[in-house]
Protein backbone atom coordinates (compact mmCIF):
# COMPACT_ATOMS: atom_id res chain seq x y z
CA UNK A 1 0.00 0.00 0.00
CA UNK A 2 1.40 3.59 -0.94
CA UNK A 3 2.19 6.10 1.70
CA UNK A 4 -0.66 8.53 0.45
CA UNK A 5 -3.19 5.96 0.12
CA UNK A 6 -2.95 4.42 3.60
CA UNK A 7 -2.90 8.22 4.96
CA UNK A 8 -6.31 8.47 2.61
CA UNK A 9 -7.37 5.62 4.16
CA UNK A 10 -6.49 6.56 7.57
CA UNK A 11 -7.75 10.05 7.86
CA UNK A 12 -11.40 8.09 6.05
CA UNK A 13 -11.60 5.49 8.85
CA UNK A 14 -11.13 7.92 11.62
CA UNK A 15 -14.05 10.51 9.75
CA UNK A 16 -16.34 7.65 9.79
CA UNK A 17 -15.76 6.46 13.20
CA UNK A 18 -16.33 10.12 14.46
CA UNK A 19 -19.01 10.30 12.21
CA UNK A 20 -21.07 7.41 13.22
CA UNK A 21 -20.28 8.57 16.88
CA UNK A 22 -22.03 11.77 16.67
CA UNK A 23 -24.65 11.15 14.60
CA UNK A 24 -25.66 8.25 17.25
CA UNK A 25 -25.45 11.39 19.54
CA UNK A 26 -27.87 13.58 17.49
CA UNK A 27 -29.98 11.01 16.83
CA UNK A 28 -30.94 9.32 19.18
CA UNK A 29 -33.78 9.02 22.29
CA UNK A 30 -34.98 11.60 23.85
CA UNK A 31 -37.04 11.42 26.65
CA UNK A 32 -39.79 14.08 28.01
CA UNK A 33 -41.48 14.23 31.55
CA UNK A 34 -44.61 16.66 30.95
CA UNK A 35 -46.83 17.58 33.45
CA UNK A 36 -50.75 19.12 33.25
CA UNK A 37 -51.19 22.69 33.94
CA UNK A 38 -53.74 25.28 33.65
CA UNK A 39 -51.91 25.69 30.32
CA UNK A 40 -51.71 22.11 28.89
CA UNK A 41 -48.80 20.32 28.94
CA UNK A 42 -45.44 21.41 30.15
CA UNK A 43 -42.08 19.95 29.85
CA UNK A 44 -40.52 19.51 33.39
CA UNK A 45 -37.48 17.06 32.49
CA UNK A 46 -35.65 15.49 29.65
CA UNK A 47 -33.05 13.72 28.67
CA UNK A 48 -30.45 13.49 27.40
CA UNK A 49 -30.44 16.95 28.71
CA UNK A 50 -30.82 16.42 31.94
CA UNK A 51 -33.34 17.95 34.57
CA UNK A 52 -31.54 20.98 35.59
CA UNK A 53 -34.24 23.42 33.91
CA UNK A 54 -36.66 21.63 35.87
CA UNK A 55 -35.65 23.93 39.07
CA UNK A 56 -36.19 27.18 36.64
CA UNK A 57 -39.66 25.87 35.83
CA UNK A 58 -41.67 25.57 38.79
CA UNK A 59 -41.14 26.47 42.53
CA UNK A 60 -40.03 23.63 43.75
CA UNK A 61 -38.99 21.75 40.90
CA UNK A 62 -41.83 19.33 40.83
CA UNK A 63 -44.20 18.39 38.50
CA UNK A 64 -48.07 17.46 39.36
CA UNK A 65 -49.44 14.51 39.79
CA UNK A 66 -51.01 13.99 36.40
CA UNK A 67 -48.22 13.44 33.94
CA UNK A 68 -46.66 11.96 31.06
CA UNK A 69 -43.89 10.68 29.68
CA UNK A 70 -42.91 11.09 26.08
CA UNK A 71 -40.33 9.22 24.31
CA UNK A 72 -39.45 10.65 20.27
CA UNK A 73 -37.08 8.80 18.12
CA UNK A 74 -34.89 10.85 16.35
CA UNK A 75 -32.80 8.45 14.38
CA UNK A 76 -33.53 8.10 10.95
CA UNK A 77 -34.15 4.29 11.39
CA UNK A 78 -36.40 2.18 14.25
CA UNK A 79 -35.36 1.50 17.69
CA UNK A 80 -37.01 -1.16 20.34
CA UNK A 81 -35.82 -0.23 23.88
CA UNK A 82 -37.18 -0.80 27.07
CA UNK A 83 -39.24 1.75 29.56
CA UNK A 84 -40.06 1.52 33.28
CA UNK A 85 -41.65 4.19 34.85
CA UNK A 86 -42.14 3.49 38.70
CA UNK A 87 -42.31 5.40 41.73
CA UNK A 88 -41.94 4.24 45.57
CA UNK A 89 -44.78 4.86 47.32
CA UNK A 90 -43.49 6.40 50.85
CA UNK A 91 -47.41 5.46 52.83
CA UNK A 92 -47.56 1.81 51.16
CA UNK A 93 -43.94 1.58 51.71
CA UNK A 94 -43.32 -0.41 48.62
CA UNK A 95 -42.08 0.51 45.00
CA UNK A 96 -45.43 1.00 42.41
CA UNK A 97 -44.84 -0.02 38.74
CA UNK A 98 -46.73 2.34 36.12
CA UNK A 99 -45.23 0.94 33.15
CA UNK A 100 -42.91 -2.21 32.40
CA UNK A 101 -42.88 -2.80 28.78
CA UNK A 102 -41.27 -3.20 25.82
CA UNK A 103 -41.75 -0.43 23.22
CA UNK A 104 -40.69 -0.12 19.29
CA UNK A 105 -40.75 3.26 17.29
CA UNK A 106 -40.33 3.97 13.17
CA UNK A 107 -37.41 6.31 12.14
CA UNK A 108 -38.93 10.12 13.60
CA UNK A 109 -41.62 8.40 15.64
CA UNK A 110 -42.67 9.64 19.28
CA UNK A 111 -44.90 7.94 21.65
CA UNK A 112 -46.55 8.73 25.10
CA UNK A 113 -48.09 7.45 28.37
CA UNK A 114 -50.10 9.55 30.24
CA UNK A 115 -50.63 8.67 33.93
CA UNK A 116 -51.50 10.14 37.10
CA UNK A 117 -50.14 9.41 40.51
CA UNK A 118 -53.23 8.38 43.52
CA UNK A 119 -53.61 10.63 45.96
CA UNK A 120 -52.88 8.48 48.55
CA UNK A 121 -49.68 7.72 47.73
CA UNK A 122 -48.32 11.62 48.88
CA UNK A 123 -46.41 10.93 52.12
CA UNK A 124 -48.13 13.97 54.68
CA UNK A 125 -44.74 14.84 55.25
CA UNK A 126 -41.67 14.10 52.94
CA UNK A 127 -38.94 12.49 54.83
CA UNK A 128 -36.87 11.94 52.58
CA UNK A 129 -36.18 14.95 50.08
CA UNK A 130 -36.06 18.61 51.18
CA UNK A 131 -38.98 19.84 51.86
CA UNK A 132 -38.17 23.63 50.63
CA UNK A 133 -36.87 22.29 47.49
CA UNK A 134 -39.35 19.55 46.52
CA UNK A 135 -42.53 20.70 48.76
CA UNK A 136 -43.98 18.98 51.79
CA UNK A 137 -46.18 16.47 49.99
CA UNK A 138 -43.96 15.27 47.33
CA UNK A 139 -42.51 11.85 46.14
CA UNK A 140 -40.18 11.32 43.42
CA UNK A 141 -40.59 9.15 40.10
CA UNK A 142 -38.36 6.45 38.26
CA UNK A 143 -38.26 7.09 34.33
CA UNK A 144 -36.07 4.50 32.59
CA UNK A 145 -35.72 4.39 28.50
CA UNK A 146 -33.00 2.22 28.02
CA UNK A 147 -30.06 3.65 29.40
CA UNK A 148 -32.01 7.15 30.41
CA UNK A 149 -32.85 7.89 33.42
CA UNK A 150 -35.27 10.71 35.12
CA UNK A 151 -36.21 10.83 38.29
CA UNK A 152 -38.13 14.74 39.06
CA UNK A 153 -40.33 15.03 41.82
CA UNK A 154 -44.04 14.60 41.81
CA UNK A 155 -46.29 17.20 44.02
CA UNK A 156 -49.89 16.54 44.93
CA UNK A 157 -50.70 20.09 43.61
CA UNK A 158 -50.43 20.54 39.90
CA UNK A 159 -47.76 23.67 39.39
CA UNK A 160 -49.60 27.24 38.46
CA UNK B 1 24.19 1.96 21.02
CA UNK B 2 22.55 5.18 19.72
CA UNK B 3 19.33 5.49 21.79
CA UNK B 4 16.55 8.14 21.08
CA UNK B 5 15.28 7.90 24.73
CA UNK B 6 13.09 11.45 24.18
CA UNK B 7 11.59 9.81 21.11
CA UNK B 8 10.60 6.94 22.64
CA UNK B 9 9.73 7.69 25.73
CA UNK B 10 7.18 10.48 24.10
CA UNK B 11 6.01 7.71 20.96
CA UNK B 12 5.55 5.49 24.12
CA UNK B 13 3.43 8.34 26.13
CA UNK B 14 1.45 8.89 22.88
CA UNK B 15 0.50 5.22 22.46
CA UNK B 16 -0.79 5.02 26.25
CA UNK B 17 -2.47 8.21 25.92
CA UNK B 18 -4.15 7.53 22.48
CA UNK B 19 -5.10 3.69 24.21
CA UNK B 20 -6.68 4.56 27.08
CA UNK B 21 -8.94 7.07 25.44
CA UNK B 22 -9.80 3.61 22.77
CA UNK B 23 -10.55 2.05 26.58
CA UNK B 24 -12.43 4.83 28.02
CA UNK B 25 -14.47 5.39 24.89
CA UNK B 26 -14.79 1.39 24.68
CA UNK B 27 -16.00 0.95 28.73
CA UNK B 28 -16.92 4.48 29.79
CA UNK B 29 -19.24 6.01 26.85
CA UNK B 30 -21.70 3.29 27.11
CA UNK B 31 -25.29 5.20 27.80
CA UNK B 32 -24.48 7.69 25.18
CA UNK B 33 -24.41 5.68 21.81
CA UNK B 34 -25.66 2.02 20.97
CA UNK B 35 -23.70 -1.10 21.34
CA UNK B 36 -23.28 -1.46 17.56
CA UNK B 37 -22.28 2.34 17.13
CA UNK B 38 -19.17 1.30 19.32
CA UNK B 39 -18.38 -1.83 17.99
CA UNK B 40 -18.12 0.10 14.43
CA UNK B 41 -16.92 2.82 15.82
CA UNK B 42 -13.83 0.74 17.50
CA UNK B 43 -13.39 -1.07 14.05
CA UNK B 44 -12.75 2.07 12.00
CA UNK B 45 -10.49 3.12 14.69
CA UNK B 46 -8.38 0.13 14.52
CA UNK B 47 -8.34 0.71 10.53
CA UNK B 48 -7.46 4.30 11.47
CA UNK B 49 -4.11 3.18 13.62
CA UNK B 50 -3.50 -0.07 11.23
CA UNK B 51 -3.47 2.90 8.35
CA UNK B 52 -1.39 5.02 10.28
CA UNK B 53 1.05 2.36 10.54
CA UNK B 54 1.30 1.66 7.05
CA UNK B 55 1.74 5.11 6.11
CA UNK B 56 4.53 5.61 9.08
CA UNK B 57 6.77 2.56 7.62
CA UNK B 58 7.03 3.95 4.36
CA UNK B 59 8.11 7.86 5.01
CA UNK B 60 10.95 9.00 6.82
CA UNK B 61 8.53 9.58 10.16
CA UNK B 62 8.69 5.78 10.41
CA UNK B 63 12.81 5.35 11.36
CA UNK B 64 13.37 2.87 14.73
CA UNK B 65 14.04 4.10 17.90
CA UNK B 66 17.12 2.30 18.23
CA UNK B 67 20.07 2.14 15.43
CA UNK B 68 21.31 -1.85 17.32
CA UNK B 69 20.46 -4.97 15.54
CA UNK B 70 17.62 -6.30 18.13
CA UNK B 71 15.71 -3.15 18.56
CA UNK B 72 15.33 -2.17 14.83
CA UNK B 73 12.38 -3.77 14.61
CA UNK B 74 10.88 -0.89 16.91
CA UNK B 75 9.50 2.12 15.18
CA UNK B 76 6.65 4.16 14.84
CA UNK B 77 4.72 1.92 12.72
CA UNK B 78 4.98 -0.22 14.90
CA UNK B 79 3.48 1.90 18.04
CA UNK B 80 0.39 2.04 15.83
CA UNK B 81 0.08 -1.54 14.90
CA UNK B 82 -0.04 -2.24 18.70
CA UNK B 83 -2.59 0.43 18.97
CA UNK B 84 -4.65 -0.84 16.18
CA UNK B 85 -4.52 -4.59 17.81
CA UNK B 86 -5.31 -3.00 21.33
CA UNK B 87 -8.65 -1.22 19.42
CA UNK B 88 -9.59 -4.77 17.55
CA UNK B 89 -9.61 -6.24 21.06
CA UNK B 90 -11.80 -3.40 22.30
CA UNK B 91 -14.24 -3.77 19.39
CA UNK B 92 -14.44 -7.32 19.77
CA UNK B 93 -15.31 -7.40 23.17
CA UNK B 94 -17.75 -4.87 22.39
CA UNK B 95 -19.30 -7.20 19.58
CA UNK B 96 -19.25 -10.16 22.28
CA UNK B 97 -21.38 -7.62 24.81
CA UNK B 98 -23.98 -7.14 22.28
CA UNK B 99 -27.71 -7.98 23.59
CA UNK B 100 -29.14 -8.48 20.08
CA UNK B 101 -27.13 -11.27 18.36
CA UNK B 102 -27.05 -15.16 19.61
CA UNK B 103 -24.31 -16.27 21.05
CA UNK B 104 -23.41 -19.18 18.51
CA UNK B 105 -23.82 -16.76 16.13
CA UNK B 106 -21.46 -14.23 17.91
CA UNK B 107 -18.68 -16.91 18.20
CA UNK B 108 -19.10 -18.21 14.75
CA UNK B 109 -18.19 -14.53 12.88
CA UNK B 110 -15.71 -14.08 15.51
CA UNK B 111 -14.39 -17.31 14.37
CA UNK B 112 -14.86 -16.70 10.82
CA UNK B 113 -13.05 -13.02 11.16
CA UNK B 114 -10.16 -14.59 12.97
CA UNK B 115 -9.29 -17.29 11.04
CA UNK B 116 -9.91 -15.64 7.58
CA UNK B 117 -7.40 -12.82 8.98
CA UNK B 118 -4.57 -14.92 9.53
CA UNK B 119 -5.37 -17.26 6.23
CA UNK B 120 -5.80 -14.05 4.62
CA UNK B 121 -2.44 -12.37 5.70
CA UNK B 122 -0.72 -15.90 5.44
CA UNK B 123 -1.88 -16.21 1.90
CA UNK B 124 -0.82 -12.55 0.92
CA UNK B 125 2.29 -12.94 3.11
CA UNK B 126 3.27 -16.28 0.25
CA UNK B 127 2.18 -14.17 -2.53
CA UNK B 128 4.64 -11.30 -2.10
CA UNK B 129 7.06 -13.39 -0.82
CA UNK B 130 9.24 -13.37 2.80
CA UNK B 131 10.29 -9.60 4.06
CA UNK B 132 13.99 -9.07 4.91
CA UNK B 133 14.72 -8.98 8.83
CA UNK B 134 14.90 -5.49 10.31
CA UNK B 135 18.67 -5.94 10.56
CA UNK B 136 19.46 -6.81 7.01
CA UNK B 137 17.75 -4.18 5.35
CA UNK B 138 20.00 -1.15 4.23
Not at chain 1, 4 to 19: D, N, Y
Not at chain 2, 2 to 29: C, M, N, W
Not at chain 2, 112 to 134: C, M, N, S, Y
Request: include cysteine.
Amino acid sequence: MQARTALIAAILSATIAVGIVAADVAWGLEVHIDTQTEGGWETVASSPQGESHAYERFPHGCSGPDLRVRVDNDKPFGDTFDIRISYWDPVAERTQVVLDETWSLDAFEGRAHDFTIPDEAFPERNETEDPKLFGPHSLTIDVRVDEQFLGPCVQREAPQ
Amino acid sequence: MKERTLHGSLTFLGFIISDLAVLYFAIEYMPLVSDWTRVIALIFLALMFAFLGAYLRQTVLGEPFFEGPRLRWLRPAVVMYLSAIITGIAAEIAFLGLDGIDRPLKILLSLVVGIGLIIAVATRHRKEGPEARPDQQA
